[in-house]
C-alpha cells in the first residue's frame, strides 16, 4: 500500500507542471467551505486515480504490443481457450473492481457536490442576469453595475441566476464554479469570495456572435471599501409629493 | 525482414480484373452493397476533409489573440457549426455505418447483397443529400451559426438559417433508420450456413448494437429538431418560456439521441479494431462470447440512460443527477471490458506491424487516455468547473474523434487491398501514421490543459485568458502536423489505387470469410453460388 501511495505521488508530481493551478491566496470566508479548495484536492485525487490507471494499462498495452511481435511469416497466434470459470472471471473481477473504484469516486462526488449546492446560511445575495452579450447585476441595496461584480472579502456569497434572452452560462474559473442561466427559470451558484482581488467572470455556454466577448471581471474588495462603495451607489431613495 | 516476406509469400493476384468503362449514370443508380459502400466512403471523407480545413482555420484563427483569419466571430461560429456537425453527422457516422457497414456486412457473413438493395440506394441517396445541403453552408447569404447542438432560444433567435441545419439531420436521420432496417434484417435473415450467431465477426455484433440504437433514439432527435424548425418558422412554443415552453425540453431530447450516438460511432469502430488486431495478431478473439454480451450489449443497455451527465449545470433536477452521475460512471464497466478484449487478443498473439495494425495500436493508447479523462466528466462536482472548457473538446477528441478516426483510417487501410485489388505504399501508410498520431497528441493534450485553466469552449477570441496563448499555438502546432498526416493518408490511398502492387484474395492471410472467399476486389455478387463452410470454420480460427 505505501508503496503503491509513493509511486502514486511521482506519477502526481510529474503531472504537476502540467496540471497545477497558479496559487490563488483565499481567506476562508465565515467558516463556509472553500470550494476551490474542495475541487483542486478531489481533482488530485483524482489525477492519481488516472495516472495510475493509465500507466498500468499502458504498460500492460506495450508490453503486449512488443512482446508478441510476429518473428516468422506462417507463426500463428496461440491463445489458450478459456475455461468456463476464466471466462466468466475476467468479466466480473474487472467488473467488481471498475465498480469499486466508481462507487468511491461517486462517494466523493457527492461529499463536494453538497458542499457546492448548499449555500452557507448569512450568504451575501446579489442578482446576476445575463444578456447577449454581458452580465448585469444587482446587488442588495439596489445597486447595479454590468460586468463587474463586488463583493466583500471573506464572505459566501450567492448569486441568483437568470436570462434576460438566450442560455448563458455564468463561470467563475478561479472560483471552480459556473451555472447555466436559462431564460424562464430562476437558477443559483454560490462562491467563497476570500481575500481581495480580481478574478475573471465569463460566460461559457454558446449564446451567439459575441460569445466570448461576453465577461467581466469579480471584484474582492475589503470589507470597509465595500460598504462605501454600495452606499455610494446605491439608488437615491424615491422622493413622495 | 521484409514487410511481404511476414506476410504470405504466396499471394498473388489470381484474374486480371475485367476492365470496365467508367459509367456515372451506374454509380448513381447502383444497388450493389459493395458501390454504394464507395458512395457513402466518398461522402464521409469529403465532409471528413471540409470539416477539417474549417479546424484548420479555427485553429490558426486562435494562435493569436485577437483577429488573426477573420474579424468576424460570426464567420469563425459558422466554421465551428460546420465543423462539429459535418464531423459527426457527415464523416463518423456514415463512414462506420454507412460505408465500412455496406462494405464488411454482407461479406463477412457470406451473403451476396444486403436485403434490400434499393433501400440501400435509397439510404446513400438521402446521405448525400444531406452533405450537399450542410455544403450549402458555405454559399447562402446567412449560414447556420448554431453549433451542431442548435440549443434554443439562440437558435430560433438567430438570423442565421437554422433550418439549412434542422433539415441535414432530418434526411441523415432518414437515410440512418433506412440503413438500420436494412441492416438488422440483412444480419438476421442473410448469414451464409454455418454462420451462426456463436461465429459472427465482432464487426457484425458491433454494428448490430449500433443499429438498434440508431433505430431507438434516431426519432427523438427527429422530433426534437422539428419541433425547433416548428418554433421558428411556424410560431409554436415547445421550447419558449414565455409561452410555457422551456428550453430545458430541448437540451434533454437532444443529449437524449446525441449521448447514444457516440456509441453508434464507438461501436463500429471499436469492431473494426478487433478485426485488425485478430487479423494482424492472427488470434482468436478473447473471451468472445462474454465480450459480446457483456461487452457490446452493456453498452447498447447502458448508453440510454446516461444522457443527463451533459446538462449537470443546466437546471435539471437533483434526483436526475444522482442517477445519471451512478449510470454513467457505470458505464465503464462494459467499455473496460472492451478494452480488456482488446488486449487479451494480443496476448499470446503473432502481431505484424502493417499499416492497419500501426493505428490499431494506436487506437489503444488514444482510446485509454479518452476514456480516462471521462471519469472526471461523469463526477458532477468537478464537471461544474469543467464543462464547457476547452477540457470537454480535448476529452471528446481523444475519445471519439481521434480514437474513432484511427479506426476509421485504419479500417480504410485493412479494407484497401479487398476493395482495390491493390496494396497501398507501407512506407508512406507509416509516415502517415506517426504524422498523425504526434499531431494530435500535441493538439488535445493542451486543449486539456486549456480547460483546466478555465477558457471556455466555442471561443472566437480569448481577451479574458492572455495567458494561454502560447498553449494555444502550441495546439495550433500539433493541427498542422495533423492535416499533413492526413495529406499523406490520401496521397498513399490514391496512389495505391491506381499505382499499388496487384494483390490476391487475402494479402493479410486472415480467416475471415471476405478474405478467404471472395477475390479481390469481389464481383457483384460476391460469392457466386453462396458458400459452404465447414463445421469447424471460424472467423478467428487461428492457431490450430
Ligand atoms: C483532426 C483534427 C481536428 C482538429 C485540429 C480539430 C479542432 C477543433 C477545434 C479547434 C474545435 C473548437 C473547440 C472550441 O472552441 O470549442 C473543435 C470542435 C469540435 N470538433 Fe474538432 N478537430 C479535429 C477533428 C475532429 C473530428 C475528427 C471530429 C469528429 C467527430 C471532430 C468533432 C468536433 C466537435 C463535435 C466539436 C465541437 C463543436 C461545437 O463546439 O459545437 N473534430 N475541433
Ligand atoms: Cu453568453
Ligand atoms: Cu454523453
Redesign the interface.
Known amino acids: 500500500m505505501n508503496k503503491l501511495k509513493s509511486w502514486s505521488k511521482i506519477a502526481l508530481s510529474a503531472a504537476t507542471p502540467l496540471l497545477a493551478f497558479p496559487g490563488l491566496a483565499m481567506a476562508e470566508g465565515a467558516g463556509a467551505p472553500d470550494l476551490r479548495a474542495g475541487w483542486d484536492e478531489l481533482w488530485h485525487e483524482l489525477m492519481i486515480d488516472i495516472w495510475v490507471i493509465g500507466i498500468i494499462f499502458a504498460l500492460i498495452t506495450l508490453y503486449l504490443l512488443i512482446k508478441y511481435r510476429r518473428r516468422r511469416h506462417d507463426e500463428e497466434g496461440s491463445a489458450p481457450r478459456l475455461s468456463k470459470l476464466a471466462s466468466f472471471g475476467w468479466v466480473f473481477v474487472p467488473a467488481f473492481l471498475f465498480m469499486a473504484d466508481d462507487i468511491f469516486l461517486a462517494a466523493k462526488n457527492f461529499e463536494l457536490w453538497n458542499k457546492m449546492r448548499e449555500v452557507p446560511e448569512g450568504a451575501y445575495e446579489i442578482k446576476v442576469e445575463g444578456f447577449m452579450w454581458g452580465f448585469d447585476i444587482t446587488h442588495p441595496g439596489g445597486a447595479t453595475a454590468t460586468n463587474e461584480l463586488r463583493v466583500p472579502e471573506g464572505t459566501p456569497v450567492k448569486a441568483s441566476l437568470s436570462s434576460r434572452d438566450v442560455v448563458h452560462s455564468f463561470f467563475l474559473p478561479d472560483y471552480r464554479v459556473k451555472w447555466d442561466m436559462v431564460p424562464g427559470m430562476n437558477t443559483y451558484l454560490w462562491f467563497n469570495s476570500g481575500a481581495p482581488g480580481e478574478h475573471v467572470m465569463t460566460c461559457a455556454e454558446y449564446c451567439g456572435t459575441m460569445h466570448s466577448g461576453m465577461y467581466g471581471k469579480v471584484i474582492v474588495m475589503p470589507k470597509a471599501e465595500f460598504d462605501k462603495w454600495v452606499k455610494e451607489n446605491a439608488p437615491a431613495p424615491e422622493k413622495h409629493s | 525482414m521484409s514487410t511481404q ?5 504466396s499471394d498473388t493476384a489470381e484474374v486480371a480484373a475485367v476492365k470496365q468503362r467508367f459509367s456515372l449514370k451506374e454509380w448513381i443508380f447502383t444497388t450493389d452493397h459493395k458501390r454504394v459502400a464507395v458512395l457513402y466512403m466518398i461522402g464521409a471523407f469529403a465532409a471528413f476533409f471540409v470539416a477539417g480545413l474549417m479546424a484548420m482555420l479555427m485553429r490558426t484563427e486562435l494562435a493569436s489573440l485577437g483577429p488573426t483569419v477573420t474579424a468576424d ?2 464567420t469563425y ?1 459558422t466554421w465551428l457549426y460546420f465543423h462539429g456537425a459535418a464531423m459527426i453527422l457527415g464523416y463518423q457516422i456514415p463512414a462506420l455505418t454507412g460505408f465500412f457497414a455496406n462494405y464488411y456486412v454482407p461479406l463477412m457473413i457470406g451473403a451476396k447483397d444486403v436485403a434490400f438493395p434499393r433501400v440501400n440506394a435509397l439510404s446513400v441517396w438521402l446521405f448525400w443529400m444531406g452533405i450537399i445541403l450542410a455544403l450549402l453552408t458555405f454559399v447562402i447569404p446567412d449560414p447556420p ?1 448554431i ?1 451542431w ?1 442548435g ?4 437558435s430560433i ?2 438570423g442565421g438559417n437554422t433550418a439549412f441545419y434542422t433539415f441535414t439531420v432530418l434526411l441523415m436521420g432518414f437515410s440512418s433508420i433506412a440503413g438500420g432496417v436494412n441492416f438488422l434484417t440483412t444480419i438476421i435473415y442473410m448469414r451464409a450456413p454455418g454462420v451462426t450467431w456463436g461465429k459472427m465477426n465482432m464487426f457484425i455484433w458491433c454494428t448490430l448494437a449500433a443499429f438498434i440504437i440508431q433505430i431507438i433514439f434516431v426519432p427523438v432527435l427527429g422530433s426534437a429538431v422539428t419541433m425547433l424548425t416548428f418554433d421558428k418558422y411556424l410560431g409554436t412554443s415547445f421550447f419558449n ?2 409561452a410555457g415552453g ?3 425540453i430541448y437540451e434533454n431530447l437532444f443529449w437524449f439521441y446525441s449521448h447514444p450516438a457516440v456509441y453508434v460511432i464507438f461501436l463500429p469502430a471499436i469492431g473494426l479494431i478487433y478485426e485488425i488486431i485478430a487479423t494482424f ?4 478473439i ?2 468472445y ?2 465480450i459480446v454480451y ?1 461487452g457490446v450489449m452493456g453498452v447498447v443497455g447502458l448508453g440510454g440512460i446516461v444522457w443527463a451527465h451533459h446538462l449537470y ?3 435539471i433536477p ?1 434526483w436526475m ?2 442517477i445519471h ?2 449510470m454513467t ?2 458505464i ?2 462494459p467499455v ?2 472492451l ?2 478484449g482488446l ?11 502493417a499499416t492497419p495494425m500501426l493505428y490499431a ?1 494506436g487506437f ?2 488514444l482510446f ?2 479518452g476514456g ?2 471521462g ?2 466528466n ?5 464537471y ?2 469543467l ?3 476547452y477540457w470537454m473538446p480535448g476529452h471528446f477528441h481523444y475519445v471519439m474523434a481521434i480514437s474513432m478516426t484511427t479506426a476509421i483510417i485504419g479500417g480504410t487501410y485493412y479494407v484497401f487491398p479487398k476493395m482495390t485489388g491493390r496494396m497501398y505504399n507501407e512506407t508512406l501508410g507509416r509516415i502517415g501514421f506517426i504524422l498523425f498520431f504526434v499531431g494530435v497528441n500535441i493538439t488535445f493534450m493542451f486543449t486539456m ?1 486549456m480547460g ?3 477558457m ?10 492572455p495567458e494561454i496563448e502560447w498553449m494555444q499555438q502550441i495546439a495550433t502546432v500539433g493541427s498542422y502536423i495533423i492535416f499533413l498526416g492526413a495529406l499523406v493518408v490520401l496521397i498513399s490511398w490514391l496512389h495505391g489505387a491506381f499505382y499499388g502492387r496487384k494483390v490476391g484474395r487475402n494479402p493479410w492471410g486472415s480467416r475471415s470469410l471476405e478474405w478467404t472467399h471472395a477475390p479481390s476486389p469481389p464481383p457483384p455478387g460476391n460469392y457466386g453460388d453462396g458458400v459452404k463452410l465447414p463445421d469447424d470454420w471460424n472467423p478467428y480460427g ?2 490450430k
Not at chain 2, 471556455?456 to 485568458?465: H, I, K, M, N
Open positions: 516476406a511476414l506476410l504470405e509469400p466571430p460570426s461560429n451559426d453549433m447542438t440549443y434554443p432560444p439562440y433567435l438567430t418560456p414565455a422551456s428550453p430545458l495478431a492472427r488470434n482468436r478473447f473471451n462470447k462474454k457483456y449545470v443546466a437546471g437533483n443527477i444522482l452521475v451512478f460512471l457505470i465503464s464497466v473496460g471490458l478494452m480488456i488486449l487479451g487478443t494480443l496476448y499470446k498473439g503473432s502481431i505484424h506491424y495500436a489503444l493508447f485509454l487516455i480516462l479523462t471519469i472526471p461523469a463526477m458532477s462536482s468537478i461544474i468547473h464543462t464547457d472548457t490543459i483546466v485553466k478555465g471556455p469552449r466555442r471561443y472566437y477570441d480569448y481577451q479574458q485568458f487461428y492457431g
